[in-house]
């Protein structure tokens, strides 16, 4: 099932043998759709570092099945919570920015005390299934507030598309279904909007051209892929209505984390007056930090994301070398966007500033719980 909707999913059990966790490669979209399993909770690992997996929702709900891989290797080992909780530690280490990982292994690590041999694979499997279950409802939260933003503008221009310019992946394929920044964007269009989304590549993995412009594609949304860097001219130009992205982790002061170059296009945003929003689902909120620029972990990763391109050749597909040998790369993948700088954010209770006050008007139980 491609199609965002009640059927999709990107991550699941097998359904013949559901001690096998399938996903989608994204590492070979667009060009092929291919089914990747998971057997051990090392493939899990694997899976999120090498990004066959992406996007915070999905990184946090692959941990957890991995550690229901884990508990099932555990059978027959003399302290099957030391080596799940050893499993969840090398977890941890995989993805260092987005804050779901830490807290979809957070909490399977709070239910193992209530586990025994008898009930700790069930157990897992409940908590994988339930993770999951509630990011759906998630995105459904974010795209039915994130909606209204799209209909206010399009009643102010009758005839129009509304244009949505969004970065990076934050649609289906970065969560369970439907997406964070994408979900309001398909329940505009299945609502009959006449809505355009203007995509960035968005350099190295160009996540926007291989993954949100083929999902977009797949359910019928008019989009237009455009270069990493083009946002801003678009803007000057009163092409762009609204800026939609997503996010990796957001400080309770509202600072957003997101795939690098985020920071650029709300610069651009609020240079031309264009609203410029994050989707925002509750569980990437880090409640303990107030400064993103000085707590939010970067992640730097391989340098050949950006000396080698993938793409498909007249011999299929291939990646080749753009970069001279002695060049020296720096691979920076999220950078950080101060709140200043953002209209408001979308979660799935509502739309609230990008502040302290703001998040915890939607978030009562966090107020004044500073760490």
Not at 261 to 271: I, R
């Amino acid at each position: 099932m491609r199609k965002t909707g009640e059927n999709f999913r990107t991550i699941w059990q097998k359904p013949d043998d559901p001690e096998i966790i399938q996903i989608i490669d994204q590492r070979r979209l667009p060009h092929e759709y291919v089914v990747h399993d998971l057997n051990t909770w090392q493939d899990g690992a694997e899976a999120i570092s090498e990004m066959l997996v992406r996007g915070a929702p999905l990184i946090g709900a692959t941990a957890s099945w991995s550690l229901y891989l884990a508990a099932l290797q555990s059978r027959g080992h003399a302290d099957r919570m030391a080596f799940i909780n050893d499993a969840a530690d090398a977890l941890g280490k995989t993805r260092p920015t987005a804050v779901n990982l830490r807290w979809a292994l957070d909490r399977v690590r709070r239910i193992l005390p209530s586990a025994d041999d008898k009930n700790l694979v069930p157990l897992l499997q409940k908590e994988a299934r339930d993770i999951c279950d509630e990011d759906v409802e998630i995105s459904r939260g974010i795209g039915l507030h994130g909606l209204r933003l799209i209909e206010g503008i399009a009643a102010e221009k009758p005839g129009q598309p509304v244009n949505v310019l969004t970065h990076c992946n934050a649609g289906s394929l970065a969560t369970i279904n439907y997406g964070t920044a994408t979900a309001p964007i398909y329940f505009a269009h299945a609502k009959g909007i006449d809505v355009h989304v203007w995509v960035d590549e968005t350099r190295p993995r160009n996540q926007g051209s291989q993954l949100t412009a083929w999902e977009l594609a797949e359910n019928g949304v008019p989009h237009t892929l455009i270069v990493d860097n083009a946002g801003g001219h678009l803007m000057q130009h009163g092409l762009v209505d609204i800026c939609i992205t997503g996010t990796d982790r957001t400080t309770r002061t509202g600072d957003v984390a997101n795939k690098i170059g985020t920071y650029l296009k709300a610069l651009a945003a609020n240079d031309n007056g264009i609203p410029f929003y994050v989707a925002l689902p509750s569980t990437t909120i880090d409640w303990s930090i107030s400064d993103g620029l000085r707590e939010i972990p970067i992640e730097e990763r391989n340098p050949d994301e950006v000396n080698m391109i993938y793409g498909r050749s007249e011999d299929g597909l291939c990646s080749v070398n753009t970069i001279a040998s002695d060049t020296r790369i720096s691979n920076f993948a999220f950078d950080v966007t101060p709140a200043r700088y953002i209209t408001g954010l979308i979660t799935e209770y509502g739309i609230c500033d990008a502040s302290e006050q703001g998040l915890t008007s939607l978030f009562p139980d966090q107020a004044g719980h500073k760490k």
